[in-house]
């Protein structure tokens, strides 16, 4: 009985310091959490419906150059929303599309002018070789309050130029979604 009633002295003490140990890691630990910020971002993320309007903006601007295209509108993880072939339009154009909306989504940059600078610039010029990348003008960035939340990209216009201004016109104004 002595025996145990010494255990239980000694072990009284320990099992509080357990405790404060514990307290002092917890603790410890969420002030690190405030320190770090949120482990999470939120997003915003393109609609069906608003990629739908993107496409019709731009497909609006090809007929006003007499021109039927391909467009592709995809989210800000890459992932295709909306691809649509004018009719006529060669089928390489709809990979060209995709293509383009990635390279603008992925660099940030509008594919026109990543060619030109790319071009210009020798240890840039690899970029062309880059497996996803397609450095022809007809892909923007879309971007909302200064992230890119999608891209787009125009295939069959008849030249960089008509591709590029394609695209371009995909922006919505009102909805805060800009090419630029």
């Not at 609006?60 to 649509?84: F, P, Y």
């Not at 960035?141 to 295939?155: D, F, Q, R, S």
């Amino acid at each position: 009985m002595k025996i145990n009633s010494c255990l239980l002295v000694l072990l009284i003490p320990l099992l509080s310091l357990a405790q404060i140990s514990t307290k002092k890691s917890t603790d410890f630990t969420n002030l690190n959490a405030k320190k770090e910020g949120n482990y999470t971002t939120q997003s915003v993320q393109l609609t069906l419906k608003t990629a739908f309007q993107i496409t019709e903006q731009a497909r609006e601007a090809a007929k006003s150059l007499k021109k039927n295209v391909t467009i592709a509108v995809l989210d800000a993880s890459g992932q295709i929303i909306i691809l649509t072939r004018g009719d006529e339009v060669g089928t390489h154009n709809t990979e060209a599309a995709r293509r383009k909306a990635y390279t603008a989504l992925s660099t940030k940059t509008p594919t026109l002018l990543l060619s030109r600078n790319a071009r210009l610039n020798p240890d840039t010029q690899n970029l062309a070789t880059l497996p996803e990348l397609l450095l022809l003008g007809g892909g923007y960035p879309l971007w909302h309050n200064g992230k890119v939340i999608g891209g787009i990209g125009v295939a069959g216009g008849g030249s960089p130029e008509n591709d590029d201004l394609i695209a371009k016109s995909g922006a919505i104004a009102t909805a805060q979604i800009t090419t630029h």
